[in-house]
């Protein structure tokens, strides 16, 4: 099983930054993918930036250019580094990671959600 923790949302004025971390917890055979995903009031959840354990990234068009995706392997923590932010940027974000678990079972999991508001 694994538990994600995140952390780092809050309110901020557009054109400010925020930087969410999610730190992963548990016992898995191996971590693959890792990202973060948002949902607005109304709307269905998506893609916000996913990185795979070699570093691959993948961003949504909405936010490229002005979000970072970054993982510390060793800490097994995910990072979203979020500059330019826009109103139409708030949401709740959550954590996403892809791993086998001890019982070779291929899991998705998700983090309890942390909210992010940008003022306008």
């Known amino acids: 099983q694994v538990q994600l923790v995140e952390s780092g949302g809050g309110l901020v004025q557009a054109g400010g930054s925020l930087r969410l971390s999610c730190a992963a917890s548990?016992?898995?055979?191996?971590?693959?993918?890792m990202g973060w995903y948002r949902q607005a009031p109304g709307k269905q959840r998506d893609m916000v930036a996913t990185t795979t354990s070699s570093g691959s990234t993948n961003y949504a068009d909405s936010v490229k250019g002005r979000f970072t995706i970054s993982r510390d392997n060793a800490k097994n923590t995910v990072f979203l580094q979020m500059n330019s932010l826009q109103p139409e940027d708030t949401a709740v974000y959550y954590c996403?990671?892809?791993?086998?678990?001890?019982?070779?079972?291929?899991?998705?999991?998700w983090g309890q959600g942390t909210q992010v508001s940008v003022s306008s």
């Open positions: 996403y990671a892809e791993a086998l678990s001890s019982d070779y079972r291929l899991r998705n999991y």
């Open positions: 548990g016992i898995w055979f191996s971590m693959n993918a």
